[in-house]
């Protein structure tokens, strides 16, 4: 790896194009060749759960909305599918309502370090593009893997959130790259894309805080189509405001840390293999993933507290990122309210170890019901637990081995005869250091298990099977990867929306 120092640079120091940082990430994707056997194969992984999310959200509102909008966009020319419809639409269209149904649910793929990220969001502007540009499966795994590269790389080395800025931000860069190595595009597009992406994405946290609206299904889905639109742009020609990172009102310059700071992003070197998307996990729960452990400690601790009104407090010592972020210390009353949101309340890391800890169990949409939030037991249980901040968990979560990272916590349960009981898990059970890492079988549970009732048997055969030889797949074979879903149902679902401009 070759460490890139990075800092703010007065206009009067006209800094070469080729000595960017924007560049710098162009120049990593367009060096990418066919991926090892290793990443190709989590590639595909990550293709099925994208699928497998997205069906299982193919009847929520947001991905309704989104969808309708894409089918109001019909493709000039070859075009992009689109989950839940048999339409073509154009590809930045089908980028966003794709986008919004693998975000929606909060159940694919993470990757945490200096800030924070779900990789997995690259895939459907990828996979648009691919389809629209007739590129084969080959292309595809070799865009995505370039894409994580570029995106674990920014993670690592940018933190967004101690500034309140989204973390999409380093979503569309990741995404522009990853087009241009789909599509073999020259360093200098690539990087007049870059800046483009990163300029239109730059938003705040606030999609993420108090009341959680779908805005926060609807972001990665519009850096999605952001990315797709500026590499329109390149490729025809147009140029960027640059530089975008280092110029003296630039990102780094105003939305972050200032004029004066320097960070470092650690790229891999031309001939060096792409292994980023090996350090990614995906979630074996629909929550945050700072609560995916904190899911299957409760499952464990239920054994040994008996009937939950016996416990007085609950205290989970945990991370900077978690206590702030989605426990108590983020001091949103939201948090603790039964009627919030689905999205609030998988963003509350009490209610979430509540009900796991009354049901043993976690459902991507049961746990959330609002009849479930309301339980009279469950309120009083949730609003007993608290989180604080342990300056250990947060050494851990940042520690530079992914080997010894943590995302879990400490729950410590006091009951109501004073005695008390304590227990930590630091990662979760599908994370690559768990009890039980994910591995091909688990993506194909998990496919099945969300599929059910929306896709049958035999078409979940036949995605599966198109799924495991993408390197294969033709360029109109890119289709198959799009499984069929029931569409009358989605139909009569769809035609109970307001309609809008579109």
Request: aromatic content about 6%; hydrophobic content about 40%; some cysteine.
């Amino acid at each position: 790896m070759i460490d890139h120092r990075v800092r703010v640079r007065p206009s009067a120091d006209r800094l070469a194009p080729e000595d960017q940082l924007a560049w710098k990430l162009a120049a990593v994707a367009t060096a990418t060749g066919e991926p090892t056997a290793e990443a190709a194969a989590m590639a595909v992984n990550r293709v099925i759960d994208n699928a497998a999310v997205a069906v299982a959200a193919l009847l929520r509102r947001p991905v309704a909305v989104a969808r309708a909008q894409a089918t109001a966009h019909g493709a000039a020319g070859p075009g992009a599918s689109v989950f839940g419809s048999g339409l073509r639409v154009s590809p930045e269209w089908a980028a966003w309502a794709n986008g919004t149904a693998v975000r929606e649910l909060d159940f694919h793929d993470t990757y945490l370090a200096a800030d924070y990220s779900h990789p997995g969001d690259n895939i459907p502007p990828l996979l648009a593009v691919a389809q629209h540009t007739g590129r084969t499966g080959a292309d595809l795994l070799r865009g995505i893997v370039a894409a994580y590269e570029v995106h674990v790389a920014l993670v690592r080395g940018i933190r967004l959130h101690a500034h309140r800025i989204d973390h999409v931000a380093h979503l569309s860069a990741a995404t522009a790259c990853g087009l241009g190595a789909l599509l073999r595009l020259p360093t200098a597009t690539v990087y007049q894309a870059v800046q483009q992406a990163v300029h239109t994405t730059t938003a705040t946290r606030q999609s993420r805080k108090g009341e959680i609206s779908s805005w926060k299904a609807y972001a990665p889905a519009f850096a999605g189509k952001a990315a797709v639109e500026a590499v329109d742009r390149a490729m025809r020609g147009e140029r960027s405001p640059s530089p975008i990172y280092e110029g003296e009102d630039g990102f780094l310059a105003w939305m972050l840390d200032g004029p004066g700071a320097e960070w470092t992003v650690s790229l891999p070197a031309p001939d060096e293999p792409r292994r980023a998307i090996l350090e990614t996990y995906t979630k074996e729960h629909s929550a945050e993933y700072q609560a995916q452990a904190v899911i299957d400690l409760a499952r464990r601790l239920r054994e040994r507290t008996g009937p939950p009104q016996r416990i007085r407090s609950v205290v989970l010592h945990t991370s900077h990122h978690t206590h702030h972020v989605i426990g108590s210390g983020a001091n949103d009353p939201q948090k603790y309210d039964p009627g919030a949101s689905r999205e609030t309340l998988d963003h509350s890391v009490p209610y979430i170890f509540a009900v796991a800890l009354e049901d043993g169990a976690w459902h991507h949409e049961r746990s959330y019901a609002p009849e479930r939030a309301r339980r009279p037991g469950t309120v009083e249980l949730w609003r007993r637990i608290s989180t604080v901040e342990d300056p250990e968990w947060t050494r851990r979560y940042h520690d530079p081995d992914p080997d010894r990272r943590a995302f879990g916590a400490r729950a410590v349960l006091t009951l109501d005869d004073g005695s008390v009981i304590e227990d930590e898990l630091a990662v979760a059970d599908a994370h690559p250091a768990g009890a039980r890492p994910f591995d091909r079988a688990a993506y194909l549970r998990k496919f099945r298990t969300l599929a059910e009732g929306t896709v049958g048997a035999a078409e979940q055969d036949r995605f599966l099977g198109t799924a495991g030889r993408m390197a294969e797949l033709t360029g109109p074979q890119l289709a198959g990867l799009f499984p069929e879903a029931g569409t009358d149902r989605i139909a009569t679902f769809d035609a109970t929306l307001p309609e809008g401009l579109f």
